[in-house]
């Protein structure tokens, strides 16, 4: 069960893989207008499965909770002391 969950776990990550490289090509060579919304989904669902393959479901979660800590932290400090550029 194991080795049938794992391969099945790669060719999904390689079918997100190469639908995220399809995306990005057909944005920007064909202009086909492809919605960022989309092309981020398929960038994001490829970024949680990869790790939690990785790192487990616990450990993403908890890089998420921290990303979401330090984004709000910084947009916090952004609007007190303004634009750092």
Known sequence: MTERR???TRMILWVLAAASAVTLIAN?????????????????AFALIHGSVRYGWKGIATFIAICLVVSNVCRICHGHVGPDF
């Open 6 to 8: 794992s391969t099945l």
């Open 28 to 44: 920007i060579s064909f202009g086909l207008n492809i919605p960022i919304p989309i092309v981020l989904l398929i960038s994001v």
